[in-house]
T-cell receptor, first 117, second 113 residues
Framework: DADVTQTPRNRITKTGKRIMLECSQTKGHDRMYWYRQDPGLGLRLIYYSFDVKDINKGEISDGYSVSRQAQAKFSLSLESAIPNQTALYFC????????????????FGDGTRLSIL | DQQVKQNSPSLSVQEGRISILNCDYTNSMFDYFLWYKKYPAEGPTFLISISSIKDKNEDGRFTVFLNKSAKHLSLHIVPSQPGDSAVYFCAASDQGGSEKLVFGKGTKLTVNP
């Protein structure tokens, strides 16, 4: 069973549509993240959340929004999708409960492949 | 401006030999470094990490070396196995933890039987 589940796994949509990507986790972690990966590039941080009431912009937040509905759920929205948002999107979690965030790596879901035509 | 650089897009080694993957960084504030492995159609999987207070960390066949003065780290895999074939990402953080990771572009390792 996946600890970090992303839905959908694949999505094809048209320019201008609103899209929501969902992430849920059973790891009990407090921190959640959204990244995108483009071909030949590393992962870039879009948004991150340290708890339900804490949302922060990452490196490339323009054109995206997020919602932390519960500790276990973190969704990413594209309000009006555009073709250059075609990418592989990853959700990740980490645990700071032990006060040792240094020792808690991020754990990733298997990704959502999003294509915008 | 790329803060974490993996200058070799690909690396091919023979089974049983050593694989050495390299990573350079430019931000002297980075204090925590991680390596992730990624198979096709899967998310990155955490492999090994090292904090800036150390210069070496081992976990089984995997060893990470950190040279702070050169702003360079490397991942050694000994012995390499065909199942190690994957894309390896180097990542760094400047907040004493993994809250905001900066990733390199990755190196595709192929281990030939």
């Amino acid at each position: 069973d996946a600890d970090v589940t992303q839905t959908p796994r694949n999505r094809i949509t048209k320019t201008g549509k609103r899209i929501m990507l969902e992430c849920s986790q059973t790891k009990g972690h407090d921190r959640m993240y959204w990244y995108r990966q483009d071909p030949g590039l590393g992962l870039r941080l879009i948004y991150y959340s340290f708890d339900v009431k804490d949302i922060n912009k990452g490196e490339i937040s323009d054109g995206y929004s997020v919602s932390r509905q519960a500790q276990a759920k973190f969704s990413l929205s594209l309000e009006s999708a555009i073709p250059n948002q075609t990418a592989l999107y990853f959700c990740a979690t980490s645990d700071s409960s032990g006060g040792q965030a240094l020792l808690s790596p991020q754990h990733f879901g298997d990704g959502t492949r999003l294509s915008i035509l | 401006d790329q803060q974490v650089k993996q200058n070799s897009p690909s690396l091919s080694v023979q089974e049983g030999r050593i694989s050495i993957l390299n990573c350079d960084y430019t931000n002297s504030m980075f204090d925590y470094f991680l390596w992730y492995k990624k198979y096709p159609a899967e998310g990155p999987t955490f492999l090994i990490s090292i904090s800036s207070i150390k210069d070496k960390n081992e976990d089984g066949r995997f060893t990470v070396f950190l040279n702070k003065s050169a702003k360079h780290l490397s991942l050694h895999i000994v012995p390499s196995q065909p199942g190690d074939s994957a894309v390896y990402f180097c990542a760094a953080s400047d907040q004493g933890g993994s809250e905001k990771l900066v990733f390199g572009k990755g190196t595709k390792l192929t281990v030939n039987p």
